[in-house]
């Protein structure tokens, strides 16, 4: 359980500056109020939100609980449900995965009618994100993410020029996007992309995920791979490695950056952070459009790695509430912008007209994050599907294999490798 106590300042002038900024004032009457966080661990908390709500609300105690060490259990899945059974935390921030699950066994309130009280009307939130947070069963918001990351697809116009391939004016389907970069060969000139220090069969994974498919039950260990999806996109990207469409390598040459910026690559997949490292390419001219959809219109348009939830039954929920609506807030906008985050809150005070433009897409994204859904599995089943997963990849490469033999194969020795319960 985690330590309760008064959040305490880093800086002592830190806290002149936002006081003077920030503070309200006229808490000295209030009750005190104790609210339990579950958070990745007290000192990051201190370190990313304790000034600030310090500031804000000095009636208020918090006891953090921490969960990062479920990370590292057998299931941290099932670790976390007990966890808050055990705990009963008030406000719970938290990995989408992770979110997502609690959000299956119904652990959150719903925040619709608590934000509209709060006047917090959901019209001055990014669309994109509120889609990919609705519950797919009764479209109400159990969460809220405060910042999101906007994934995007760059093209390199010059490269599409010489090649007289033109550029897509609508957001391409999955298979259309890896026809167009096959169009592009490292022969030819430059390759259609370059994945720099990744791997195949992670990007195989990636792809997959996007495109809505699953790989694992997360809970059974249950490996879906040998399916006719898996199997046609496996085959459509070894075939780009083939013909040096896509092409990997051991990421020597970041140090001039990469590919993309060098101009030796026709497209790359990146995030709006991006848009501030091309801001004085002058080699090359380039633009950007959402990432492709997969076959039910959906794309990953949004990346959340936080998600603000209250717990359903929470002994503090008025208290939570009041936290939240801050983290929401005008001032706490200003503060991620200088961080440089995207806060989900549209920005009414900005000049960037790339940031506004980010704010017009309406495009949420209920495909599931790779990276998060590999974190939360566990480290054995991980590293036999890794082992599976590469050695396989290389045998269709080397057409040694056929595609669905090598998925049914990776399927039962990863599924080998799941904990067994007793």
């Known amino acids: 359980m985690g330590l309760i106590r008064r959040l305490r300042p880093i800086l002592f002038i830190s806290i002149i500056f936002l006081s003077a900024c920030m503070g309200r004032g006229g808490y000295e009457e209030q009750e005190q109020v104790n ?28 006891e953090i609980i921490p969960i990062r060490s479920i990370y590292s259990s057998e299931d941290p899945y099932e670790e976390l ?3 808050v059974e055990r705990e009963m935390p008030d406000l719970l921030i938290l990995q989408p995965a992770m979110h ?8 959150f309130e719903s925040l619709d009618i608590h934000m509209k009280n709060h006047n917090l009307p959901l019209e001055e939130f990014h669309p994109g994100v509120l889609a990919s947070l609705r519950s797919e069963s009764d479209h109400l ?4 993410a405060p910042t999101f990351t906007q994934n995007l697809l760059f093209y390199n116009e010059d490269l599409f020029r010489s090649t007289g391939v033109p550029i897509p004016e609508e957001q391409l389907m999955w298979s259309d996007f890896f026809t167009l970069i096959g169009r592009f060969t490292q022969e030819e000139g430059a390759p259609g992309m370059v994945m720099e220090g990744g791997t195949l069969w992670g990007f195989l994974l990636q792809a997959g995920t996007l495109q809505g498919l699953d790989f694992v039950e997360a809970d059974t260990g249950n490996t879906i791979l040998a399916t006719d999806q898996w199997e046609a996109l496996t085959e459509q990207v070894t075939d780009l490695v083939r013909n040096q469409s896509l092409v990997f390598t051991d990421g020597s040459q970041l140090l001039q950056g990469d590919a993309f910026q060098r101009g030796e690559a026709a497209t790359t997949f990146q995030t709006d952070s991006y848009l501030s490292v091309l801001a004085n390419q002058e080699d090359f001219v380039w633009r950007y459009s959402l990432q492709p959809i997969n076959a039910n219109g959906i794309s990953a348009g949004v990346q959340l790695e936080q998600v603000w939830s209250i717990a359903k039954g929470a002994a503090q929920r008025e208290g939570a509430m009041e936290v939240l609506s801050f983290i929401l807030s005008d001032n706490m906008e200003r503060i991620f912008q200088q961080q440089g985050k ?3 809150r549209i920005p009414t005070d ?3 007209d790339n940031l506004l433009e980010l704010y017009e897409y309406n495009v949420g994204s209920h495909v599931g994050d790779y990276s998060q859904i ?3 599995l566990p480290d054995r089943f991980k ?4 082992e599976a997963g590469e050695r396989e990849i290389e045998a269709i490469l080397q057409g040694t294999t056929e595609v669905k033999a090598a998925l049914q194969r990776i399927e039962v020795e990863s599924e080998a490798a799941w904990p067994v319960t007793e």
């Open 35 to 62: 609210i339990k966080i579950a958070y990745w661990d007290e000192k990051l908390f201190d370190e990313n939100y304790g000034n600030f709500l310090m500031l804000e609300f000095p009636h208020i105690q918090y």
């Open 81 to 83: 449900a007990e966890m």
């Open 100 to 107: 997502n699950y609690l959000l299956s066994q119904d652990k």
């Open 141 to 144: 918001l159990y969460g809220i």
């Open 342 to 344: 995207l806060p989900t």
């Open 350 to 352: 900005t000049t960037e």
């Open 374 to 376: 590999i974190e939360n």
């Open 383 to 386: 590293l036999a599907l890794a």
